[in-house]
Each structure stands twice: as structure tokens, then as C-alpha cells.
């Protein structure tokens, strides 16, 4: 099957702030112009420098700050463009026009970067129409399908081209199956097929699943029945660039939600672990010296483990309400789409602010409401395992006490006796028998050691009892 100018554009996306922290990133570092230049030059052969082009300290004015240097600016473009000629075979070679559309969101850089087969010639007749296996040669090893990275944000490649007869209309899938297997001629590197609707009068079909969230990756192809979807497209452009970007964030927050759910679960699990391995004691139970100092040592581990955990609920949180804020901006340039073309049947486009997005939102508040207990459970762990510590510790500390008033009492006892006795220490020593009585050292520490044993015993009763 064959269709008329083909166009592949690639709209993606990378965060330059986060945290509120600026990313220092050198301007040939960026990764998006990187894989502009590398994209262009794979097809064209030609060397873009598109990070020479660009400044990226212009002051915003706006929401939406186009880079281009102001000394490339022609006619108020903002786009830089290009040229070349491939060759699909030796004997034809086809004109390759396009354009490079840098620019800065609030927090991110864009890049538009358009490959097309132009629909007119150089000398103003129309271009030839070309098979669908064409655009194979717009995106060789897959150059169109970028590297994840912290930053990068996320795409959307849009494939448009125009159907060429009334026929067409019977084949809209196929055309379309026919058009993704053309580009991404590795079946494992395909985005599955979403859904299939109409937008601006035009049939367009979406690939790509949120079941597969871990490789997800946007593809649309839209084919032309006639020149309004054309026309439309053109008027909100700038639109749709937030539109894609505003969608972008949304998926990103909610890809970077599913990792942090499952650190939450892995570290909710640690929790559980570390409180099943709490002693079970009976109320008169001891506790023995080593389990109160297993105690001791979890009672420092787990306030650790509740910051971790309090940053992870947290964290959960701001992606809840990155989503939120970013699908009200994405209906807010519908609503500006359908002012500008005048068409408020944008069904296609709503889909995502209307389902999608309001599910993932619904998800994180379950994890949320899920793992919350989790703190709750925490927070009571500590507390009572300070109890059985303080109580215990508490306890020894009585214990201690009462054995040294013991101690001291009897001693005490003691030396008084002994001091009463020894005042007769000068007699000389004699043999010990019947007529002669023990010498008075000998009944000092007798009396002093009877004392001592006495009246602590009398201590001990004494504490005993109280």
C-alpha cells in the first residue's frame, strides 16, 4: 500500500530542576539535543549541532520558552531546520525535509523534532507518493526510540501521512499495522496496540499499554482523509506540545510511583519482620539480660526504619500530587485546543485527563491509605518496646537499690558491733580451751559477722515487705 508525504514526529521530553534544585547540566550534555543530532545524522548523514543553536539561559516569559538563538530566527520560526536527500535503492534518491523545535517548560526541556517527506518538490509539483515500507528509512536501528534516564521525562512519536483513495478507508487498521511495522520492524521493539478513534475528522490509532508501564512507550499514527486534520494541527501545535508534555509527567509520576510502592512494601515487610521478632512474654516473665539488649539495639534500628519509611509515604504523596496538578493543566490546554479550532469533539484527547490519569491517582491514594498503617504500627512498636525497656530497666534499678540498703545495713550493723568489742583488742592471746574464753578479736568478727547477717536479713524482710 502506498501514502502521500509522510511525517514522524518526535516530541520528548527531559527534566532539568527537581526538588526544587537546579541540575547543572552542561548545554552539550542535554540528552535530548544529543539524541537530535544522533537521530538527524543517522538518516541524513548531516551533523544538526543543535546544541549550538540554542541558548538555554533565555529569561522565561512564559510558561513555554522557545530556545533557538535569536539570531537564527527567520520570520518569527522558532524551529530549526533541515535538508537531505536517502536513498532507498541506487537508482532514486528522495527529499528529506524537516525541523528542529527546542524549547523549556517549567521545569524541563522539549524537543520537536520533525522528519518528513515533503508535498511538494523543489520545483513546487507535488511529491510521489511512496509505499508504506518507506518509512523504514526514517527510523534506521531504531534511533527514534530514546534511552531512559533520571531525567528523561518521557515521549511521543506521532506518524501522520495521507491516504491516497476512497479504498483506503476499508484498510484504516491495516494501513496503520502496516505503518508501525514499517517503523519498528523488530517485533519486540513495537508498542502494542491501545485504542482506535478519530481526531479532527481523521482516523488515528494509539499504541502502547499501561499493563506494560516498565517499557511503555507512545506511539500514535494519524492518517489525513482530507486537508482539516492537517490544518488543525498546525493551528495548535503549541497546544499539543503542553498537551504531550503535561501527559508525559503524568506517566513518569506514576512510573516512579510503582518503584517507590515497592520500596514502601519491601521496607512495610522489614517492619513486620523486625516486630514478629519481638520477645513474647507472659506477664511474669523475666526478661534476660540479652534480650534487653536486643531491645535496646531495635529500639535504636526502628526510628531509623520510620524515617525511611515517613520519606517513602511522602514521597508517594508528591507523585499524587504531580499527577493531579498536571492532569488539570492537560484539561486546561483542551480546553484551549478547542477554542483555537473551534471542534470540541476531542474524545481521543480526553481519554487520558477523563480514565487514565484519574485511575493512577486512585491508585497511589490506595497505597497510600494501605501503607499508612504501617506508620501507625511503627510508632506503637516503639513505644512499647520504651516501655518494656524503661520498665525493666525500672525494675533492675530497684533490684540494685534494695541489695545495696541490704548490704549497707548489715555492714553497717556490723561495724557497730565490731567497734563495741574491740575496745577489749589489748588482751594477749591464750590457747583456746574450757577455762579459757575466746579472745576478743576473735569474738569481734564473730559478733561482727553475725551482725552483718542479722540485721540484713532484717533489711531484706524489711524491703521485701514494702
Known sequence: MKIYAPNLHLFVFELYKAANLEITLQEDKIQIWQAGDQIVRSILHQDLHLSQHIDIHKKPDSHRVDLLKESEVKDGDYSLEFAGKISPDKQQQILIKGFAYPLRFADSYGLWLNLRRPENEEDGQSTEDVEISFLSQLNPNNCFTLEKSPRFLGQTLLITAWLIGAKDEKHLYQIAEECLQAVFPNESQRPPFNRQGELFGSPIFEYGLFSQLANYQHVLIWLFRDSQADEKLNQCYQELLDLFFFRSKVIRAYQDSRQTYHQVASTYQAIETLIDSLPKKREKDQVTTEELEDLKNKLKELPQLALTYTRLLRNLEDYHNTIAINEYNYSERLQQISGVVGDNQLLFLTTFSQEKSPFFQKQIQADLGYFRHGA??????????????????????????????????????????SGVVTQHIDKPFAPISMNNPPHPLVLSLFWSVLATLFFGTLAWLWTKRN
Open 376 to 417: 501507625t504500627l511503627l510508632e506503637q512498636a516503639i513505644a512499647s518496646i520504651r516501655g518494656i525497656v524503661e520498665i525493666e530497666q525500672a525494675e533492675r534499678d530497684r533490684s540494685l537499690e534494695k541489695t545495696i540498703q541490704i548490704i549497707g545495713v548489715g555492714l553497717g550493723a556490723g561495724a557497730i558491733v
